[in-house]
């Protein structure tokens, strides 16, 4: 009975250690996740912004409608985006990334860039409900992406 007590502790110890062990691995993991899923919104709102620039050039044909819904998706993902960006990551990653430190140190400023960004995004919006030719959307295109460039400047490294 004592043998049986002392080797049900062991395996107890054991797999406590064991779970100390991985709990970077999984931490690790996460924050891969986590940082996979700012650069899918990112790659969203820039996704959209292509192709509304490409209407904008009038290099693509497409509706009126399918212009709107880009800007509400990307008005979308830019909501997101705080909640994507709010867990701070450090620390070697797996997966590669360009987003600063700058961003949690300096909060405030990207919550206010931020801000920014999805106000810009519901003038893109208004802007294509009201038309999509370039005198119409062009100011609005040029609003959102002064907003996206301050914001990369500041906060995603230079490559």
Not at 90 to 101: D, H, N, Q, R, S
Request: net charge neutral; hydrophobic share 45%.
């Amino acid at each position: 009975m004592q043998e049986s007590l002392t080797m049900k502790k062991l395996f107890a110890l054991a797999a406590f250690g064991a779970s100390l062990a991985i709990a970077p691995v999984v931490a690790h993991a996460d924050d891969d996740a986590i940082v996979l899923h700012r650069q899918s919104v990112m790659e969203g709102i820039g996704a959209g912004m292509g192709t509304v620039v490409c209407v904008l050039k009038k290099q693509c044909d497409l509706p009126q409608k399918v212009v709107i819904r880009q800007a509400k998706t990307m008005h979308f993902l830019a909501k997101m985006n705080l909640e994507a960006f709010r867990a701070k990551t450090e620390g070697p990653l797996g997966v590669k990334t360009t987003a600063l430190p700058k961003i949690w140190s300096d909060w405030a400023d990207y919550e206010k860039d931020n801000k920014e960004m999805v106000e810009a995004t519901e003038g893109l919006i208004k802007a294509a409900a009201s038309s999509i030719e370039p005198q119409s959307l062009g100011p609005a295109v040029q609003a959102l992406g002064k907003v996206c460039k301050e914001c990369h400047d500041d906060f995603r490294e230079k490559h």
